[in-house]
Structures are given as structure tokens and as C-alpha cells.
């Protein structure tokens, strides 16, 4: 059947304040801001704009709530095309919102966020038809509803899985995810071992298509069952601000897996868009499009 679109999300909005200092406070002590920016954000929306601008057709069926913050979210969403049609709106239920602290000397950041929402139940998630209406799923933990069943269902009907977890260690062994890229540090809080390939091999089972260890400026490991582990570098770019740059791993990979790559083409793909997207402020600012990666595939190196 026709899918009515290429990736779905489900998963973390947020809005990011970013505040650029000239170096990391001091605890006790008082700094200038040197300039202040509103920015959207949240994993899984943040992937899906990526997703968007590498050609997919995307839409987020997350859940928001009536305040101004939430309509704020949608309206940035849909100027940035992606496909808010299957959002679910509830009373008091709000977005993430972040404040970053973006250290213009070192290129880090601080995330400070909020998150006062009700718990949501299965019932707020999306329905069965709304999640075979996707070519590709995209989850991450940040929703309090049963995720993994509504990755069950996608996997029923053979639409892969892609999943960022930061937060819940129990997540990462759940069966139904096909495609688990997550940080390198929650994966070793996951598993209870600091070595990418014993971390790779715990996180791993019969079901699983790739692992993948995202790990900033050293890059990422990545693993196939028996293939064993492989390291990709990261790209080398001038740094800006590095907020985003994991969601945006994930929109790429999405875009790449869309288009039939094999796993090594997928993983530096993914890289290449992610080391860009570093070189502005902002986590969606610096995003690019198919051609501006492809660029940096071929004229730099890693």
C-alpha cells in the first residue's frame, strides 16, 4: 500500500532558549549574556525536520497541549514541513522547554529543561492506522505511554524502527526496536560495561538490523550481529554549537535507510549531516540538504 508519509515521530518537541556566554559560569559569580535565541528542539522532532530537509515526507504524532508553547511548537513544525496533522492535543499536557547554555569559547552545552506534564496512557498515543500510514517510525523515550507497543505494531507490519533512548535503560533491550542508536554514555549506563563493542554486544539480539553508539566529536561505533564493531570518525568542520547534532543523526539515518543505502553508506551519511548541522547556532539552523552532504562526503575528511 501507499504510505502517506516516508517517517512518523513520536517523541520529545521542546522549545530551546539558547543563551551564548563568552565562557561557562562559575558557580558565585555573574556573566553577560551575549545574545539570547528561541529555537525549536526535542529529539524527535529536531530528527524529523532533518528528515524533512533531506527529502522525506515527515510528520510528528506527539502529544501537545492548548498553552501558547505548544502552538508555538506546531507552527515551527509545519514552517519547517513536517506533517502535524496526527498531533494529539490534550489539557495539561505541555511541551519540554529548554534553556541552553552555549559556551562560544569551548563549542559545549549546558541543557537545563522542564518537562510539568501529565502522564499519558496508550489511549493519547497514535492508533494502529495512523502508524501503518508511515514508511519509517521514529521513537524516543520522553513519552510516558507504552512506546514499545506502538513499536510492536510497526514492526506487525514491517516499518522499521528507529529509536533514540537517553533516558530509560530498561528500553534498551526491548525486541520490537529494529534500528537502536543511542549516545555512547547511555549505553554504557545501559549495559553496566564502558568498552563501544561489549556494549554493542549486550545491546544486540537476534531481531535487531544495527546498533549504533553515537559518541560527538570521536564519532560513532556501529554493529551487525557477527560483523563485528566498526568506528566511524566524525567529520571535521568548524564547531559552533553541538545542540542537536545527535537528532539529527537520526533524521539522516532515517533519509538514508529510506533510500535502500547499505549500512556503511547509511552510518557516514548520517555523520556527515550531523557535523554539519554543528557548524551553526541552534539545533536546526545548521541542518543541510542531501546535496550539501554529499558535498561534505566527497571534499572532506574525517
Known sequence: MDKKWDVLGIGAAAIDDLLFVADYPKEDTKMKVERVERHGGGLV?????????????????????????????????????????????????????????????????????????????????PDEATIRATGILMIDDTVNGDITQIAGIAQQFGIPVIADFERSSSLAQATEIDHLIVPEHYAYRATGVNDPLEAAKLLWHEQRHIVVLTS????????????????????????????????????????ALHCGWDVDRRIKFASAAAALSATHAGGRQGIPDKTQVETLMRTRTE
Not at 501537545?64 to 498531533?87: C, F, M, N, Q, Y
Not at 552545552?109 to 489511549?123: A, F, V
Not at 550481529?225 to 537528532?247: R, Y
Open 45 to 125: 522532532a529536531t530528527a524529523l525536520v532533518a528528515a524533512h530537509r533531506l527529502g522525506l515526507r515527515a510528520a510528528f504524532a506527539g502529544v501537545l497541549g492548548h498553552d501558547d508553547e505548544s502552538k508555538w511548537i506546531t507552527a515551527d513544525l509545519r514552517r519547517e514541513g513536517v506533517d502535524t496533522t496526527p498531533v494529539t492535543v490534550l489539557p495539561d499536557t505541555f511541551p519540554i522547554h529548554a534553556y541552553i547554555i552555549v559556551d562560544s569559547q569551548h563549542h559545549s552545552r549546558t541543557i537545563l529543561y522542564n518537562q510539568d506534564s501529565r502522564r499519558l496512557t496508550r489511549d493519547d498515543l
Open 216 to 255: 560527538g566529536a570521536d564519532g560513532c561505533w556501529y554493529y551487525v550481529g557477527g560483523e563485528g564493531i566498526k568506528h566511524q570518525s566524525a567529520f571535521k568542520v568548524k564547531v559552533v554549537d553541538t545542540t542537536g547534532c545527535g537528532d539529527v543523526f537520526h533524521g539522516a539515518y532515517a533519509a
